[in-house]
């Protein structure tokens, strides 16, 4: 239960006000401040050096431009902009163009009228130019409404877009049946927010045991799945059902987050898989950091040794 209860620290930490204040004077500030681990910087410039970077040891890339929760139509509206200009950037970069987002950051919890204009703004800009784009999945009580707007969008034929399923919530499986159907791709992954027994297994165990047969479902019902894992024992799994069911390796990939697991990445690229990293970027980088060290809390320890060598 240790997970459990430091996911549940973390996310209460990650609203503190002061903390956030202190993080941001600290975390980015050079090369090797203690966010940059996570992060790729706080500027699309930055973020493109990091793709490059990534593309150059043959791995994929998404880009996340940071945000989240946002609480009036004004800052939905310039979170808009943000990926309006951060998909003109990637264009004439010339780095893959594929992009995530969050629905709350489009103003989700101020009015999905709203939300939806500004997802199919970002739609109507990157679809032309051959970008796909992954909506995140937050916390369940998004869900319902977060897989509503994605089957409506399909249904309209935006077509150059993915979801993401957590194999954490009871629902999931049935989503993915749903999912499957309407032939979109699903990004798997086990789930990042602080969920309720109602709604989620609360044991990692069955959390591993849900992924594991999601997996096993997307990869021989799905349509280029993505396995978002940096657990071993996950990618094994995949790995066998893979081949023991003649799944060959360009029918779906495997994606990380920005600096977890770096060995792992290169391992999977080098035995032949297709692997695609998670860039986030942007101000807005404080809740998203705390997740990851919710979620492994040995990288506390990394962050205070940073902190200690930077103001040495
Ligand atoms: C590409 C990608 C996109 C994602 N998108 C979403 C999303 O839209 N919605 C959502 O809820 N969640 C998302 N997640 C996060 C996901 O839900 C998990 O919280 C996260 O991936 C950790 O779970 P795990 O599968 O790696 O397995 P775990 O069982 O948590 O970890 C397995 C092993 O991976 C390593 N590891 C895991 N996390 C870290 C870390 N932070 N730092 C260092 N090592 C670590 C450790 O070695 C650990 O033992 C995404 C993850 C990835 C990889």
């Given at each position: 239960m240790l997970g459990r209860a430091s996911k549940t620290f973390f996310h209460l930490v990650a609203q503190s006000g002061t903390l956030r204040k202190l993080a941001s004077r600290y975390g980015m500030r050079k090369p090797s401040s203690f966010a940059r681990r996570f992060i790729a910087g706080e500027t699309i410039a930055e973020a493109i050096e990091a793709a490059r970077a990534v593309e150059a040891r043959d791995m994929l890339i998404t880009l996340d431009l940071l945000g989240e929760s946002v609480t009036n139509l004004n800052e939905a509206d310039a979170a808009t902009r943000g990926y309006l200009a951060v998909i003109d950037a990637i264009v004439r970069s010339g780095i893959e163009r594929n992009v995530s987002v969050k629905l709350t950051q489009l103003g989700l919890d101020v009015d999905k009228a709203s939300t939806i204009d500004n997802i199919r703004k970002i739609l109507e800009r990157a679809g032309p130019v051959g970008f796909f784009v992954r909506i995140d999945m937050e916390h369940s009580s998004y869900t319902d409404v977060t897989l509503e707007i994605f089957e409506t969008l399909w249904r309209h034929g935006y077509r150059q877009i993915g979801i993401v399923l957590q194999s954490?919530?009871?629902r999931s499986e049935e989503d993915l049946r749903r999912i499957n159907e309407l032939g979109a791709r699903v990004r798997l992954v086990k789930g990042a927010y602080q969920e309720s027994k109602t709604v989620a297994h609360q044991k990692k165990a069955d959390v591993d045991a849900a992924y594991s047969r999601m997996l096993k479902t997307l990869l021989t019902d799905g349509h280029y799945p993505a396995i978002a894992t940096h657990d071993p024992v996950m990618i094994d799994i995949a790995r066998s059902w893979a081949r023991e069911h003649h799944?060959?390796?360009?029918r779906f990939e495997f994606q990380m987050l920005y600096g977890v697991r770096r060995d792992l990445q290169a391992m999977l690229v080098a035995a032949g898989y297709r692997v695609r990293v998670y860039i986030p970027f942007g101000e807005q980088w404080f809740p998203y950091f705390m997740r990851r060290l919710g979620e492994r809390p040995a990288n506390v320890m990394f962050v205070i040794r940073s902190i200690l060598g930077e103001r040495r």
């Open positions: 954490a919530l009871y799944v060959a390796a360009d």
